[in-house]
C-alpha cells in the first residue's frame, strides 16, 4: 500500500446567525419599532402614574409644613409688650383665631385652627381676659388660653421714669391709649395729694416699684395702686415731717426729691446733693440743675438749652420748679427729708461717673478742667 501524504486544505466557515457587526459610528440597521420606548425597568404605566401623584402629595405636604410652621411662629421680636383680649364663653375656636390675628397677636387665624385640631386642644380652649405677647408662637399661645392663665400679671415702674414713660408703659401691658389717658387724666384723693395744687397732672406721683395685678384690673386700678404705696412709704419714713424741717411740704418735697432722682443715683451722693440745693433755696440763687431745663423742653418739644425759656429751667430761675420732673425713689426721698451736713454749692458728674462737690466757683472749674473734659464739653 502506497503512503501519500494528504495537503491541508483552508476551510472558511461562517457561523450561522452572527450577523457582522457595524463599524464605530455607523447603524446597523436594527431599528426599534415606533412609538415603543425604552426603559431600564418594566414598570407598569398604572403604578408610575401613582407614584408620580404618591410624589406631588408628598411635596404639597411638606410645603405645607414649611409654611404652616412659618405662620406658627411670632409675629414680633418685642416680648415685653401685651396685648389684652377677652374671650367671651361660647366664642368658637375659629372666631378665636379670627380675633387673635385681628388684634396682631398671632399671624394666621387658619394657621391656629389647624394647630388646635391636630394637637387636640380646639375643644379646651378656656374664656377669659388675656395679656398676650405678640413675641410668643402661637403653640405659646394655644398653651396660655388651654391653662387659662388669666389670673395675675406684673407692671414694674421705675424710679425716676416721667409720666410720659409710664404712659408707655401702661401701654405695653396691653391697655388701650383712651384708657391710659383717660385714667391719667382723673382725680384721685389721698392724704398723699394733700399739697397738691388743682389742675397738675400725675408727674411725680407714679410710685416705681413692680406690682402684681389680677387680669381683670383697669387703668385707674393700677394707679391707685401706685399711690397708695407711695402714701405707705411717706408715712414709714416720716417724709412730711422731714420736709417740713427743711421748710418744704410735701409736695415741694417730691418735687426736690424728683430733682435729686434725675442728678444722681447713689444714696450718699443725693442726701450730698440735697445739701447743695438747700443751700441754693437759702441763698436766693438758681439750684441751675441741667435735668429740669431738659424736662422743660420735652413737655414744649423743643431742644434742650440752658437758655430755655420755662418755668422749670432752674438754671435762668430761682426756687422750685412748678413741680415734680419724674417719680423719686426712696433714698432721693429720704436725702431730701434729711440732707447731708456740708458748705457745698457746686457739684459735678465726673467722666468717670463720680460726683465731684466744690464750695467756691472757682473750686468747681478746677473740677470741670480735672474730671470733666468730655460730660462738660457738651
Known sequence: MENRRLRPVALTVTPIGILPQPISGQPS??????????????????????????????AVIIAGLVIAKRELNPVSK???????????????????????????????????????????????????????????????????????????????????????????VLINAGYSTSDVDTALGATYSG??????PA??????????ETYDFNSGATVQDILQRTFDEFETVVTQNNLVAGFAKQGLNLYQGITLASIIQREVSS??????????FYLRLAMNIPLGSDVTYIYGASLLGVAATPTL???????????????PIATPGLSALQATASPASGSYLYFLSGDDGKTYFATTEAQHEANIANYCKVKCAD
Open 29 to 58: 440597521g436594527l431599528q426599534r419599532k415606533k412609538g415603543h420606548k425604552h426603559l431600564p425597568f418594566n414598570i407598569p404605566k398604572k403604578l408610575l402614574i401613582l407614584l408620580c401623584i404618591f410624589v406631588v402629595i408628598i
Open 78 to 168: 418685642d416680648t415685653t409688650k401685651l396685648i389684652k383680649v377677652t374671650i367671651n364663653s361660647g366664642t368658637t375656636p375659629s372666631a378665636i383665631g379670627d380675633l387673635l390675628q385681628k388684634d396682631g397677636i398671632i399671624k394666621s387665624s387658619f394657621a391656629f385652627i389647624m394647630y388646635t385640631r391636630i394637637s387636640g386642644t380646639e375643644n379646651k380652649l378656656q374664656a377669659g381676659t388675656y395679656r398676650l405677647s405678640p413675641g410668643e408662637t402661637t403653640q405659646e399661645i394655644v398653651k396660655h388660653l388651654v391653662n387659662g392663665t388669666v389670673d395675675q400679671f406684673s407692671i414694674t415702674f421705675l424710679p425716676g421714669a416721667t409720666e410720659a414713660m409710664d404712659r408707655q
Open 191 to 196: 392724704s398723699l395729694f394733700t399739697d397738691k
Open 199 to 208: 389742675g397738675t397732672d400725675l408727674e411725680g406721683y407714679i410710685y416705681g
Open 267 to 276: 444714696a450718699s451722693d443725693q442726701k450730698q446733693v440735697a445739701q447743695v
Open 309 to 323: 425759656d420755662s418755668p422749670y429751667n432752674t438754671r435762668i430761675n430761682t426756687g422750685l420748679p412748678p413741680g
